[in-house]
């Protein structure tokens, strides 16, 4: 079964909104076994709306049309279906008392503009909206459904979820998929596609692959009718792809990041962790924070931008910063150990350098070093990034990701991500000499 997708608003094509729903609708889709064909982003012009409606109806089994359903004059999705169904607009009284009811819930008159929320093409059937004021619309053309939902996101999803899906579900009966997600830590697509190119020409039929990547994260999805050689080709994939894969998990389990892994880690060595931040400015202690229950294993982090708070909070030596400067392996190593000395963690982690635009101390933008420290046998690692073909906001995010991993990898015993120069032997040759 075909579904198309229709977006609609000005505000999706000037980019003052960006555009969520393709993906979870998609993603919502797929795991029920349906695919998602052809999407349009179309503004709010009413001709323009229906020529996409005609399109998407000869391109689908069924339609989902987003947004132009409020009471403004520029919410024209109304219109459209009933111009493209060649029927008038009918006022539904039953939904006009609903519409004025949930006004009233909040305290509210109805405005008079509203009532426009009430008219459906002749023959159409109301959707029901438990989140907001305007109904969706079902109709069929040439024998193709039609929903028009709300699109406001948590409208959207709501109506397609409880009025939209159980009607696919009904109607088409899709072979159940199942799919596995291979979450991948710094190493880009490119090069993760490249390790399962000959893999992924031996597939059958029956199981299909999907790459999305991010920064710092690829992701692989496996997809197939049948779980047992799905997770066969996963786990084939997986061995392919080495150390850099974190998780492997069913599509429709909540998505496990990069930081709930650390703390799984934590957890099952019963330990803790601190952070001392400097270029970052809180991102990796706030990535941590983010999972719940971090509490059990992050003890707390200190960001440090300036020196004379690197000297008052972490105890790093002030000769040491006149001597080096602040973007340097052995600042990174002195903020790890004074933030887990502050603490008493079991271990500590430390970010410092360069986030740009422009350079700092004779370093360029994207020069960073990364600490970490722990109690097992005096443990120090030190890794160098070089990723100055980034921005300010992305070497920041970046260096986030490289951090939590290389967490990830001390407590897993792995060796260094790809594109990261350990230097902690050299750091460890500079004190001796100092």
Known sequence: MRTTLVLIGDELLNGSVSDTAASWIGEKLLTHGFALSHVQVVGDDLAAISDAINVATARGDAVVLTGGLGPTSDDLTRQALARTLRVPLLRDRELLDLIAKRYAALG?????????????????????????????????????????????????????????LPVLL????????????????????????????????????????????????????????HESEVRSQAESAAELIGDSIYAIQNQNEPPRQLQAEVLRLLRDRDESI??????????????????????????????????????????????????VGTVDPQIALAMAHGARLATGADWAVATTGVAGPTPSEGQDPGTVYIAMVGSEQGFERVIRLDIRHL?????????VIHTLELVRRTLSGLGNAIGVTEVTQLVHETQSKS
């Open 108 to 164: 509210r008159t109805m405005p008079k503009n509203a009532e426009a929320m009430a008219e459906l093409p002749e023959g159409s059937t109301p959707l029901l909206n438990q989140e907001g004021s305007a109904p969706g619309i079902k109709a069929v053309i040439d024998g193709v459904l039609i929903f028009a939902l709300p699109g406001v996101p948590r409208e959207m999803r709501e109506m397609f979820s409880h009025e939209v």
């Open 391 to 399: 921005s300010r906001a992305l070497v920041r995010r970046a260096t």
């Open 170 to 225: 009904r109607q088409f009966q899709p072979e159940q998929l199942t799919t596995l997600v291979l979450r991948i830590a710094i190493e880009g697509e490119s090069a993760v596609a490249a390790k399962l190119h000959q893999w992924e020409q031996s597939l059958s039929t029956s199981v299909s692959v999907a790459y999305l990547a991010e920064l710092g994260n690829v992701l692989v999805k496996v997809t197939g009718t």
């Open 274 to 323: 601190a952070t001392a931040e400097s270029l970052t400015g809180g991102g990796v202690g706030k990535a941590l924070t983010d999972v719940p229950g971090s509490s059990e294993n992050y003890l707390g982090g200190f960001i440090t931008y300036s020196p004379a708070l690197k000297i008052e909070l972490l105890n790093v030596p002030a000769e040491l910063i006149f001597r």
